[in-house]
């Protein structure tokens, strides 16, 4: 197994009264891109959220490339080299497109050769860069926010259901471009809902149920065992095409 | 290379829509106005009156909009700033007294700008440290906040009393600033003009501010959503002190411009005018520069307006507009994305 550029140790989280994380153990290999499956209200979006320090970790650690981010705050966890794409998106509907991305390029400058790699991604980004992210579609927002999270290279890159409300011929053209993304080398940890995304994606699972990893191994071995399917998850992954 | 492209989706050119309905409302009540006004010269002087009312009430209310957008934070004591602001001006009328009186308008200037920085310090500082013992202990907590922010104000107001004293201060406006200009029929007050042009200028500056620069990028974006900016790694928290510092500085301009205005300092003048500030940003929207700044041009206009045509009427025209406003548009006019 490729080393593992986070892990999480044991971590706990509580929402005000209510504890949603319960010792979650979870290794995301370097170079992969692993899938946080579960079903709703499984604790995937906390994960997400505790591993960015947008709610603290209560108990345990999470390590990120050697170095304990349990108590970091949320800048120094983005500085440290996470990019975070939030279930909602996180669009900064008011600015432009180029206002967007420019927030998320740390000196302020896009490296051109990466604008037009992004580009080549997502080309309605360049046709709608000067309009106001507020007035583009669901998919259009979903490709910023993207195209946001990877501006500038990123140690790893956390994406919360970026197909969730996406048209089938948008999905399709999104999993391409993860497959792109993939091939450069990135590691992604990728919570989905759309099973048919996650096996054509995945190299590694962890399957989530009431706030804990019940599940951790190849995706491909998870997307050949329709058992294990309907243990872990109560739907066949065939069920979902 | 793989495209995300090939849908319907991106086929059509979304349309950005500019909502100039309640900017065109500045100009729509004025000229509505004129009528019923009947004399031109009357209408001049009433809507040049209105319009460095309207500056000024902008001035003041520009830094709270912005820290109740950004940060959630309602600070009822706005209004320490404007008084402090005004009242420090008199460190520097005292000193500078034969300037004042001077017949050179270059040195009437000169006083009025030392007046407007030394009191944009002062309360600036006072700002930071406003933050850092009222309102930091009580983030995410708007009753708390409303509790100590008012009571902070009252502590504030205290102490003008015992730096300055209990009594109303009678002030002077510079020699070459006192009088009017007469165009035809109708007389405008100089002071009234400069606070209009003031006005505009830091309007402008704000408007450059917030849209030509990373700080202003980060501003608004903060207004709209302060968790992502720090997910892409920003200090909303930095961010946050240093608009409050502007702020409270903004006000301390406010202050001095209001007081020279009024020619009456009194320490409970800020928190009377702090209730014209809360109906203006919720006219505008809350956290929304150019919102804030329609509505107290709006404010203003209906203000003098109505207390030409109908004096009984006139205390109650900000809270009237404000009802019809909100009933059009129940977020303000120029609501931020995420409210």
């Keep these: 197994m490729k080393d593992a550029i986070l892990r999480l140790d044991g971590v706990h989280t509580h929402i005000g009264q209510y504890h949603i994380l319960h010792g979650i153990d979870l290794v995301v290999p370097r170079g992969q891109l692993t899938m946080l499956l579960g079903r709703n209200g499984a604790g995937k979006t906390t994960t997400l959220r505790t591993i960015m320090g947008l709610w603290q970790a209560s108990k345990g650690h999470v390590h990120f490339d050697g170095r304990d981010i349990t108590k970091l705050s949320t800048p120094d966890i983005a500085q440290a080299g996470i990019a975070y794409v939030p279930e909602n998106m996180g669009i900064f509907a008011d600015l432009t497109v180029r206002e967007n991305m420019i927030l998320a390029a740390r000196n302020g400058e896009i490296d051109p050769k990466r604008l ?31 195209a946001r999270a990877i501006v500038e290279p990123r140690e790893l890159l956390l994406i919360d259901e970026p197909t969730k409300g996406l048209a089938p011929a948008i999905i399709m053209n999104m999993i391409q471009a993860f497959r792109e993304l993939k091939s450069t080398g990135a590691t992604i940890l990728l919570v989905e809902q759309n099973f048919m995304a996650a096996r054509l994606l995945g190299d590694s699972v962890a399957v989530m149920d009431d706030g804990r990893v019940v599940h951790r191994g190849a995706m491909a ?9 309907q243990k872990l998850l109560g739907l066949s992954m065939d069920a979902h095409q | 290379m793989t495209a995300v492209a090939a849908t319907t989706e991106t086929v059509s050119l979304p349309k950005v829509k500019t909502d100039w309905l309640p900017a065109l409302l500045v100009p729509i009540l004025a000229v ?39 940060m959630d934070v309602l600070n009822f004591g706005h209004g320490v700033f404007i008084s402090f602001g ?44 406003f933050e850092r013992v009222v309102i930091r202990p009580v983030y995410g907590q708007h009753l708390k906040q409303i509790l100590i922010t008012m009571g902070g104000m009252i502590v504030a107001e205290q102490m003008i009393h015992v730096i300055w004293g209990a009594s109303p201060i009678p002030l002077r406006l510079p020699e070459g600033l006192r009088g009017a200009i007469v165009v035809g029929e109708a007389a405008m007050e100089k002071y009234r003009v400069i606070a209009v042009v003031l ?5 402008g500056l704000m408007h450059l501010l917030l849209n030509r620069t990373k700080i202003g990028l980060l501003i608004r974006a903060g207004v709209e959503n302060a968790e992502m900016v720090e997910a892409l790694g920003y200090r909303i928290r930095r961010l946050f002190v240093g ?43 809350l956290g929304s520069i150019g919102g804030c700044f329609v509505g107290a041009l709006l404010v203003a206009l209906v203000a003098n307006y109505t207390g030409f045509l109908a004096p009984k009427l006139a205390l109650g025209s900000s809270i009237l507009l404000m009802v019809l406003i909100l009933l059009w548009r129940p977020q303000g006019l120029y609501p931020v994305a995420k409210r």
């Excluded at chain 2, 006005?199 to 309007?203: D, N, Q, R, S, W």
């Excluded at chain 2, 202050?255 to 006219?283: D, K, P, S």
């Design chain 1, 116 to 146: 037009k790699w992004i580009f080549g991604l997502f080309p309605a980004l360049e046709k709608f860069w000067s309009l106001a992210a507020g007035t583009l579609s669901g998919g259009q927002k979903q490709m910023l926010a993207i």
């Design chain 2, 199 to 203: 006005g505009l200028l830091v309007f």
């Design chain 2, 86 to 129: 005004a009242y420090v001006s008199l460190m520097v009328l005292g000193p500078l007294a034969g300037w004042v009186e001077s017949p050179n308008i270059w040195l009437n200037i000169g006083v009025l700008l030392a007046c407007i920085v030394v009191a944009m310090l002062v309360t600036g500082a006072l700002g930071y440290a």
């Design chain 1, 221 to 229: 071995e998870l997307a050949e065992d329709t058992t294990l399917q």
């Design chain 2, 243 to 285: 608009v409050f510092i502007a702020g409270s500085a903004l006000a301390g301009l406010g202050g001095v411009l209001w007081a020279f205005y009024r020619q009456t300092l009194t320490a409970g003048m800020g928190m009377e005018v702090n209730v014209l500030i809360f109906i203006v940003i919720i006219i505008g929207g």
């Design chain 2, 32 to 70: 509505a106005a004129l009528p019923l006004v009947g004399s031109f010269s009357t209408w001049v002087t009433l809507t040049v009156a209105a319009l460095a009312m309207g500056m000024m009430i902008f001035l003041m209310a520009s830094g709270l909009t912005l820290v109740f957008g950004l």
